[in-house]
């Protein structure tokens, strides 16, 4: 029977885009849910700060009466303005092992794509850097995280049979919480905080962080500058994801460097693997979801690592040995095992120099595919 495409117009359709995976892997013991509420949310023009910019489409592909896939496609202005380059988008791509399916959903955006203008097209990626991206290309038998996308090992082999090739390749780490602080690093730490007039900021819940926000922003905005797929974020944008996230900061495990004139100059977030929580909640907060949230958040054995920045005057300092060590003695206090690092650029081997002191492994790879139209 042929695959019929359908467009997502409606906010029923909307839903059934958002809820597809759940059915796809309701049986993976691997894949971390999203919230279904927040899916929701971002895919919606009226309340996504970056359709300011960014202008998208869905599609649902149906085989035999029944969703067999999605796709969104995704233009984002600021992207082709930064990096001079035509480049569509397209991510949130799903579907069954079924070649058929998945070429009638790439070539829709592919089309698309064309008729805007575009004159190539690059994936799996979001809107904007904070958003999922990178398909799984190793690492189909490790626990996937909230804040990345996990897939079926298919997935690869079909978009090298839609002609895509690699465009460039994300890294992640599990590094294990060490057993103790050495001493002499303790000193140093010390040492480096005496000499530089910095300090660890002293925060005991969401709300200290809040006067440091606007520094935070920009420090994420330097120190990804010239990574691959970024623009800098709007100031609505960064009210979205302030929304969305800070209110789940745990500052055990999030610290900011703080200097004389109390400006931030470092931040380093990471936070309780929700993996489990969310699998319970099967995507939704209510009406027991936010209990399993809740408990993840105060009886964790693992953290996922989201963001690091530094002002680049600061690097090569010792900063980040600070905060890594910070939160390592919360850690080992709290009974944490291991973190696992979110995707990290296959060529920036300072983010990866990170990891050098601790045991660590590098156990899963993730790559945006591009073809040109």
Same mark, same amino acid.
């Given at each position: 029977?042929?695959?019929?495409?359908?467009?997502?117009?409606?906010?029923?359709?909307?839903?059934?885009?958002?809820?597809?995976?759940?059915?796809?892997?309701?049986?993976?013991?691997?894949?971390?849910?999203?919230?279904?509420?927040?899916?929701?949310?971002?895919?919606?023009?009226?309340?996504?700060?970056?359709?300011?910019?960014?202008?998208?489409?869905?599609?649902?592909?149906? $085989?035999? @009466?029944?969703?067999?896939?999605?796709?969104?496609?995704?233009?984002?202005? /600021?992207?082709? !303005? +930064?990096?001079?380059? =035509?480049?569509?988008?397209?991510?949130?791509?799903?579907?069954?092992?079924?070649?058929?399916?998945?070429?009638?959903?790439?070539?829709?955006?592919?089309?698309?794509?064309?008729?805007?203008?575009?004159?190539?097209?690059?994936?799996?990626?979001?809107?904007?850097?904070?958003?999922?991206?990178?398909?799984?290309?190793?690492?189909?038998?490790?626990?996937?995280?909230?804040?990345?996308?996990?897939?079926?090992?298919?997935?690869?082999?079909?978009?090298? $049979?839609? @002609?895509?090739?690699?465009?460039?390749?994300?890294?992640?780490?599990?590094? /294990?919480?060490? !057993? +103790?602080?050495?001493? =002499?690093?303790?000193?140093?730490?010390?040492?480096?905080?005496?000499?530089?007039?910095?300090?660890?900021?002293?925060?005991?819940?969401?709300?200290?962080?809040?006067?440091?926000?606007?520094?935070?922003?920009?420090?994420?905005?330097?120190?990804?500058?010239?990574?691959?797929?970024?623009?800098?974020?709007?100031?609505?944008?960064?009210?979205?994801?302030?929304?969305?996230?800070?209110?789940?900061?745990?500052?055990?495990?999030?610290?900011?460097?703080?200097?004389?004139?109390?400006?931030?100059?470092?931040?380093?977030?990471?936070?309780?693997?929700?993996?489990?929580?969310?699998?319970?909640?099967?995507?939704?907060?209510?009406?027991?979801?936010?209990?399993?949230?809740?408990?993840?958040?105060?009886?964790?054995?693992?953290?996922?690592?989201?963001?690091?920045?530094?002002?680049?005057?600061?690097?090569?300092?010792?900063?980040?040995?600070?905060?890594?060590?910070?939160?390592?003695?919360?850690?080992?206090?709290?009974?944490?095992?291991?973190?696992?690092?979110?995707?990290?650029?296959?060529?920036?081997?300072?983010?990866?120099?990170?990891?050098?002191?601790?045991?660590?492994?590098?156990?899963?790879?993730?790559?945006?595919?591009?073809?040109?139209?």
């Amino acid at each position: 029977m042929s695959i019929e495409l359908k467009e997502v117009k409606t906010r029923k359709d909307l839903k059934k885009f958002v809820k597809f995976p759940f059915t796809l892997y309701k049986n993976n013991q691997y894949w971390a849910p999203p919230l279904i509420k927040d899916e929701l949310k971002n895919f919606d023009s009226r309340k996504n700060p970056a359709f300011e910019h960014c202008r998208a489409k869905y599609w649902l592909a149906y $085989k035999d @009466g029944k969703i067999a896939g999605r796709i969104a496609g995704i233009i984002n202005t /600021k992207i082709i !303005e +930064k990096w001079k380059v =035509k480049k569509a988008r397209f991510g949130w791509i799903d579907f069954i092992d079924d070649f058929e399916v998945s070429r009638a959903l790439v070539n829709v955006v592919e089309q698309w794509a064309k008729e805007q203008g575009m004159e190539s097209l690059e994936g799996p990626m979001g809107f904007t850097d904070l958003d999922e991206e990178g398909m799984l290309i190793e690492g189909f038998e490790e626990q996937g995280t909230y804040p990345m996308i996990y897939n079926y090992s298919y997935y690869p082999v079909h978009m090298d $049979k839609l @002609g895509f090739v690699k465009e460039v390749d994300w890294l992640e780490f599990e590094v /294990k919480v060490p !057993e +103790k602080i050495p001493e =002499k690093v303790v000193r140093v730490n010390n040492l480096i905080l005496k000499r530089s007039g910095l300090r660890l900021l002293e925060a005991k819940g969401a709300k200290d962080y809040k006067p440091y926000i606007e520094g935070f922003w920009k420090l994420i905005d330097e120190a990804y500058e010239n990574l691959f797929g970024t623009v800098p974020l709007t100031q609505a944008q960064k009210d979205f994801y302030t929304d969305q996230y800070f209110d789940f900061i745990v500052p055990d495990y999030s610290k900011f460097i703080i200097d004389e004139k109390n400006e931030l100059v470092a931040a380093g977030i990471a936070l309780p693997s929700f993996t489990e929580a969310l699998r319970k909640a099967n995507g939704r907060l209510f009406p027991f979801g936010f209990f399993y949230m809740l408990h993840a958040l105060k009886h964790p054995r693992k953290l996922d690592f989201y963001l690091i920045g530094i002002k680049k005057e600061y690097r090569g300092r010792g900063v980040i040995s600070i905060m890594m060590n910070d939160i390592n003695i919360n850690a080992i206090k709290n009974g944490i095992v291991s973190c696992e690092t979110s995707g990290e650029l296959e060529e920036n081997k300072a983010v990866q120099d990170m990891w050098r002191h601790y045991e660590h492994r590098q156990h899963k790879r993730r790559r945006c595919f591009i073809k040109t139209l």
